[in-house]
């Protein structure tokens, strides 16, 4: 669906404040028939946009928020998602940005299956943040098994632009131990790069894919089921092509190409393995990154405890110790008992 013409602060930045740009799907049809989606609110006069529960007739589900309908707000300036997912347990979860002093700032909407903002969810069922000072424009989302969550799109406020996806906890906050303090991005090249899409696989591995226009341009699916995102496919983009619509699929048996516009399904039980520990950027992670070396999603800043240097080695063994003190402790008794038998044999005899 397109996006209203940027308007206000939104027109100076472009491309990266227009939603319809590198916009994920703003469908998802569920096994039934029905659907969810994000449409312009229809009643007269009215701005802004709405989130919609339809049964597989296309009739309007009473029971999801207010007649079927539940208003979304992505921003002041009435921009729209730029993607809508439903997770296993019917959770509606929708990106997009919002405007501040002219860079965007990644905003994260969860629904809850009644249609009503989730109030566990940040402020109110909203959260805007700029992961690692990093301004950020969304373009998909992810729902993850634990409630988590990744997110894809474009670091605006870099130059060139580059390919980002970060990924907040359960409770909202950024995962730090996620690529460089948070955030994995596809190193610099050429004229930069945008993620597009992320996909789960049937076994709950995640890809994301990407765009590289340029010269020459390329799309390009990373995957994420590892210790380091690894460059899976690769294939060229037609001369003029920023590759807007390239998207990642999952066939059933392998990745492929997909392309924007097809509705979602819902997500299943996606999850991001945990890091292999200790993980350090070497020639076999650059080997397999056309960005010569971008950050690594999984390598985790150590602990305290794990850059401490190992403890010096105690000079008596505590065990030492406490045999010890069990062994003085023996003898005391031992010479206690003999002083008591002393003293009643020289009673006996004096009697």
């Given amino acids: 669906m397109a996006s209203?013409?940027?308007?206000?602060?939104a027109a100076a930045l472009g491309l990266l404040a227009c939603a319809a740009v590198h916009a994920g799907s703003l469908r998802t049809m569920d096994t039934d028939g029905s659907q969810w989606r994000v449409i312009e609110d229809p009643a007269d006069g009215a701005q802004g946009y709405v989130l919609e529960r339809l049964g597989a007739d296309g009739v309007p589900d009473a029971r999801f928020g207010r007649e079927g309908r539940q208003p979304v707000a992505i921003s002041a300036t009435n921009d729209a998602p730029t993607s809508l997912r439903v997770d296993a347990g019917g959770r509606v979860w929708l990106a997009g940005a919002s405007i501040s002093a002219d860079q965007p700032l990644a905003v994260v909407e969860r629904f809850r299956p009644d249609g009503?903002?989730?109030i566990q969810w940040g402020l109110q069922g909203r959260l805007q943040l700029n992961p690692g000072g990093i301004a950020v424009k969304p373009n998909d989302l992810l729902p993850l098994a634990d409630g988590s969550v990744l997110v894809a799109g474009v670091a605006a406020n870099v130059a060139p632009a580059r390919a980002i996806v970060f990924h907040l906890r359960a409770d909202g906050t950024l995962d730090t131990t996620f690529g460089d303090r948070g955030t994995w991005q596809r190193a610099a090249m050429g004229d930069g790069s945008t993620a597009t899409g992320l996909e789960a696989g049937s076994d709950g591995t995640i890809a994301v894919s990407?765009?590289?226009?340029?010269?020459?341009?390329r799309a390009e699916i990373w995957t994420l089921a590892g210790p380091a995102p690894k460059l899976l496919l690769q294939?060229?983009?037609?001369q003029g092509n920023d590759g807007e619509d390239v998207r990642v699929v999952w066939t059933g048996q392998h990745w492929a190409f997909g392309s924007?516009?097809?509705p979602t399904g819902r997500v299943g039980p996606a999850f991001l393995q945990p890091p292999a520990w200790p993980l350090r950027e070497g020639p076999s992670a650059a080997a397999s990154d056309p960005g010569q070396?971008?950050?690594s999603?999984?390598?985790?800043?150590?602990?305290?405890?794990?850059?401490?240097p190992p403890p010096v080695e105690e000079r008596v063994p505590r065990r030492w110790v406490a045999l010890a003190i069990v062994l003085v402790t023996a003898l005391v008794g031992a010479a206690l008992r003999r002083g008591r038998g002393a003293k009643k044999a020289a009673a006996r005899s004096q009697a």
Avoid: K, Q
């Fill in 4 to 9: 209203r013409a940027c308007v206000g602060p």
């Fill in 116 to 118: 009503h903002p989730d």
């Fill in 210 to 217: 990407v765009a590289a226009p340029g010269e020459p341009g």
């Fill in 235 to 238: 294939r060229p983009l037609e």
């Fill in 260 to 262: 924007a516009g097809a």
């Fill in 293 to 295: 070396g971008g950050f």
């Fill in 297 to 308: 999603p999984f390598a985790a800043e150590p602990t305290a405890s794990e850059t401490a």
